[in-house]
């Protein structure tokens, strides 16, 4: 998985450490819902059941490959 030094060190704080890889590219691959940004970025929301259902939501580069942020967004509801 390709990341932005951004992401790296986004990572490091304690509300996103226990983000799993494997859930960031679960909805890389299968997004629930998708949108690009004005920037020529996208957006991708996925639910992770083993989160307590919670939404995650990816932000990728204009690449689609490299993963500049992710976080669970307390304001997507689906």
């Keep these: 998985m390709k ?3 951004y992401f ?4 490091s704080r304690p509300d996103r450490a226990v ?10 691959e299968k997004p629930f819902h ?7 970025r996208f957006r991708l929301w996925g639910r992770v059941d083993e989160a307590e259902g919670r ?8 690449d689609e490959e490299t993963v500049h942020n992710a976080f ?7």
């Design 3 to 5: 990341t932005t030094r």
């Design 8 to 11: 790296d060190f986004r990572r």
């Design 19 to 28: 983000i799993k890889d494997e859930w960031i590219t679960a909805i890389i």
């Design 34 to 40: 998708r949108e690009i940004q004005q920037d020529g």
């Design 55 to 62: 939404y995650l939501r990816v932000i990728l580069l204009g």
């Design 72 to 78: 669970f967004d307390r304001n997507y509801r689906g």
